[in-house]
């Protein structure tokens, strides 16, 4: 599987757009980038998936530049309960089906 | 409609001791993950089901863990003879038929403290 290296920390104030880019040097050609969010005393929660260029939803928009060596989770006018930690997946939807975590990078927004 | 439910969300065990850990998947989900987190890192995995199979236990520490999902609905993380490095969160996640969607539902997790 891909490593995948993100900042630690991060602050920010709200109101303010957020991005944050996770490297992923050896993603392989079937790997998939996906970004969970997870709160305290909560599990992760999905936030997005994509393969090239840009995906967006209601929540985030994800930045996958034609390499795809990197990729950056874009968070608009975050509010103080986007406070969480945010993890970057990368993998082969159809090899094998666990998760794999890194250390995700704490977003910390504040008032 | 219902998430993916744990119990108990908090467990405090002697060193030595049995724990049981349940997890009630999303109703029709098809395969099923044990994930363990330690204090301020990422989820790691623990074992997978797909209906009522375990199909991968590669994460599990050592044969003092054990999982079941006997009807491929409920499942039980069985740990024997807690230690102190057992303390962690147990995160249960759940997951619709193979699609082409790495998301998986995750419950709040138990919180296990070994004593």
């Known amino acids: 599987l891909a490593k995948t290296t993100q900042p630690i920390s991060m602050d920010s104030y709200e109101g303010q757009e957020v991005n944050i880019t996770c490297s992923h040097n050896n993603i392989a050609t079937n790997d998939y980038i996906t970004w969970y969010q997870q709160f305290p005393s909560q599990g992760p929660r999905f936030i997005i998936q994509g393969y090239k260029t840009k995906v967006t939803n209601e929540v985030a928009s994800l930045f996958i530049p034609a390499d795809r060596k990197s990729s950056t989770l874009s968070l608009p006018r975050v509010s103080l309960s986007d406070t969480a930690v945010y993890y970057c997946?990368?993998?082969?939807?159809?090899?094998?089906?666990?998760?794999?975590f890194g250390g995700g990078t704490r977003l910390m927004v504040k008032p | 409609g219902a998430g993916v439910s744990q119990s108990p969300r908090y467990k405090v065990a002697k060193r030595g001791q049995d724990v049981a850990l349940r997890c009630d998947p999303i109703s029709g989900h098809v395969s099923l993950f044990w994930y363990q987190q330690a204090l301020g890192q990422g989820p790691e995995f623990l074992t997978y089901?797909?209906?009522?199979?375990?199909?991968?236990k590669s994460g599990l520490p050592s044969d003092r863990f054990f999982a079941e999902r006997p009807e491929g609905s409920v499942s039980t993380l069985k740990i024997q003879r807690t230690q102190q490095e057992d303390s962690a969160v147990y995160l249960c996640a759940s997951r619709q038929r193979e699609t082409a969607s790495y998301e998986q539902y995750f419950g709040p997790g138990t919180r296990l403290t070994v004593t």
């Open positions: 089901f797909q209906n009522e199979a375990q199909l991968d």
């Open positions: 997946l990368v993998g082969d939807l159809g090899a094998g089906n666990m998760l794999t």
